[in-house]
């Protein structure tokens, strides 16, 4: 059966340069992420202007195109007409033209392991904040069956991440799935878990950021592990997975096909899985050390200043898929520390942004620009802003400025209340349960986040009123 989306599928492949020209297809909350064999191939200004994409990005070594809320559906067709598998991968091995630079071929593998499990790590997220609010008006207790079955499924998520990532980054670093769903077991074995509550054997760096326990060993060599294990952990995984994908490469290449099936992972098991626990862990509990030192050390210097900034700056990170580089640190904090507070300011800049559009909504006389400024804020008040960033205010130029001024005061509002945030929420209206601390039904957070945003929205709103004109609309335009 035909799909509304077919035409704008067809045009999609045509102008990213064919089926030919794409090595690998996938996508997010609102864009599809192309990487591309030759990016001069692609006709941009084709696709800018073609209706049902809000416009095209070039970021992270990816050729993004913006579509909105409705990206799953239209990436199924283009996957189903384009002949690409789900998470396509060229099947030719053919890399871009150009090398990618060091950060940006960071940020391309952070968003790739992180996009696919986006939207269910919101969901459980926003399932843990219901859950706190239903305890902190007492319709349920933590004890109740009730409570218990749906915090299994929305905590089991987070405990289980290394076994999510293992398979996520298995795609993108080429590595057997399977192999690194197992990599990632055993870091969350309960036999592995439980070693950290045994006595520690010896204590290495201690007082120092890199202050490390040695639990057992491993052919007399020391097994070092942090305190609380492996689960919920995001960079060992990774680096395992990583390290796994090149030892299982060579053992592609000396095994006979004959017996590669089953011996290709047994040879790459034993080999990363010791490694993984003797030197990829604590290489990575290491650097997850100095990030999570670095990041508290700006927070501690001022929160009002580390909060202004990352609220002004967060939907430019955005517009260019940078902001991908700060999930890492958001999920090792939740993980150390029970909680985040660097990355919080930015819960104001979407709600700005929406505002803006509202303002422009009720300013402007053009009714097609005004159309469009109804979904965009149905969008940005569930967190989602793309299509108000890229239909609207970032067209206009103007609105865009207010908002990330207006962000950045709400941010410096949340930075100075010392805002914690002690799950993975969801986005928008959705997040605010998520600054509950469920261990003791604390919200002290909620009124500092409510007043930043409230603030951005009312400074985003009546500086966008006053100051936006039609005319401005015609000037660009022309």
Known sequence: MASKYDGLARIIIQNVGGKSNVISLTHCITRLRFKLKDESKANTEILKNTDGIVTVMKSGGQYQVVIGNHVPDVYEVVCKIGGF?????????????KHQKLFSALIDTISGVFQPILGVFCATGLIKGILAILTFTGVLTAESGTYQLLYAVA??????????????????????????????????????????????????????????????TFMKIPVIMPKSGYPSSVVPIILAVYVASKIEK?????????????????????IAAP????????LANSIAAVIGYLTQAAYNASPVLEGAIVGAFWQVLVIFGLHWGLVPVYIMNLNTQGFDSFMQP??????????????????????????????????????????????????????????????????????????????????????????????????SSIPWVAAGVIVAMVIAFAACFILYRDEETRKVSN
């Open 85 to 97: 598998g789900e998470d396509s991968q060229g099947s030719d091995g053919e890399k871009p033209e």
């Open 155 to 216: 905590d089991g998520f987070f405990y289980y991440l290394p076994v999510i990532l293992g398979y996520t980054a298995s795609k993108k670093f080429g590595l057997n799935p399977f192999t690194g769903i197992a990599l990632g077991c055993a870091l969350v074995y309960p036999k592995v878990v439980a070693l950290t509550s045994k006595d520690v054997m010896e204590v290495l760096f201690a007082g120092s950021m890199f202050e490390s326990n040695i639990y057992a």
């Open 250 to 270: 060579f053992w592609k290449r000396v095994i006979p096909d004959v017996i590669k099936n089953f011996l290709v992972p047994t040879l790459t098991l034993m």
């Open 275 to 282: 490694l993984t626990f003797v030197v990829v862990g604590p």
């Open 346 to 443: 930015y819960f104001a800049a979407s709600f700005a942004q929406t505002a803006v559009v509202m303002a422009v909504m009720f300013k402007t006389k053009d009714k097609n620009l005004k159309s469009l400024c109804i979904p965009a804020t149905i969008s940005g008040i569930f967190g989602v802003t793309e299509p108000a960033i890229y239909g609207i205010s970032l067209p206009k130029k103007k609105p865009f400025i207010i908002s990330c001024v207006a962000a950045s005061i709400g941010g410096a509002i949340i930075g100075a209340g010392n805002v914690k945030k002690y799950m993975s929420g969801a986005l928008g209206i959705f997040g605010f349960p998520a600054y509950i601390n469920p261990a003791n039904n604390d919200t």
